[in-house]
Each structure stands twice: as structure tokens, then as C-alpha cells.
Nanobody
Framework: QVQLVESGGGSVQAGGSLRLSCAAS????????MGWFRQVPGKEREFVAV????????RYADSVKGRFTISRDNAKDTVYLQMNSLKPEDTAVYYC???????????????????WGQGTQVTVSS
């Protein structure tokens, strides 16, 4: 079992920044890939950014590339999502997720993640 707890969400004006954190527990953190996804009411959960178990490979959705940065600190069992130049369309509930496979490249597919956090709301006003 893996427990994931997100924090750092909130309300910000367009152009602002937020940093999301996701603390993991239950299994050795360095053994699995991590991802950030987001969802708005009435839409499917979508990929935002993922990072492999070593932190050596990252992938981003085109909509956030150049503005968001995913990173991990294996010593603190935590993954981060630094979000800069936020736009109203970034408004969503953000979820972190764990993929227990030790793939060299983290997957972007929602269904391939094994554990999910409870989500944290991010609201960007214009």
C-alpha cells in the first residue's frame, strides 16, 4: 500500500505561482514513478506531468510545458509540482499518483497508476 497526501493548492491570480507537494508513505518512495494529473467537473482526469523513479526523466502535457516543473526528493518521500505563469484554464483539482513499476520512462496514462491522493484544489482567477 502507498498513501499519498497532496498539499499546496489554493487561489491565485493569473500569472501567479503555486507549488504543490505530495508526501508518500507505505513503500520505499524511490521504487516508483510519480505523476500529477488534474480534473475539472464533467471532464476526464488528464495528465499534467510525470517523473520516473530516479528523477532522471520527466514528461509534460503540451498545455503546461515551459510553465510547470515536476521534481522529487527521494530523501523526503515527496514529489513537487512548481506551477508558474498560471492561467484560468489551469483551474482544477490536482492529484498525485504512484506507478509501482520501475520503468525508465514514466507513463502518462491515468489507468496505469496504482495509487492516488485525495486531490488539492487550484483556482486561478483572471
Amino acid at each position: 500500500q502507498v498513501q499519498l497526501v497532496e498539499s499546496g493548492g489554493g487561489s491565485v491570480q493569473a500569472g501567479g505561482s503555486l507549488r504543490l507537494s505530495c508526501a508518500a508513505s507505505g513503500r520505499p518512495f524511490s521504487n516508483y514513478a510519480m505523476g500529477w494529473f488534474r480534473q475539472v467537473p464533467g471532464k476526464e482526469r488528464e495528465f499534467v506531468a510525470v517523473i520516473n523513479w530516479r528523477g532522471s526523466s520527466t514528461r509534460y502535457a503540451d498545455s503546461v510545458k515551459g510553465r510547470f516543473t515536476i521534481s522529487r526528493d527521494n530523501a523526503k518521500d515527496t514529489v513537487y509540482l512548481q506551477m508558474n505563469s498560471l492561467k484560468p484554464e489551469d483551474t482544477a483539482v490536482y492529484y498525485c499518483a504512484a506507478d509501482l513499476r520501475r520503468s525508465p520512462i514514466a507513463t502518462m496514462t491515468v489507468g496505469e497508476y496504482d495509487y492516488w491522493g485525495q486531490g488539492t484544489q487550484v483556482t486561478v482567477s483572471s
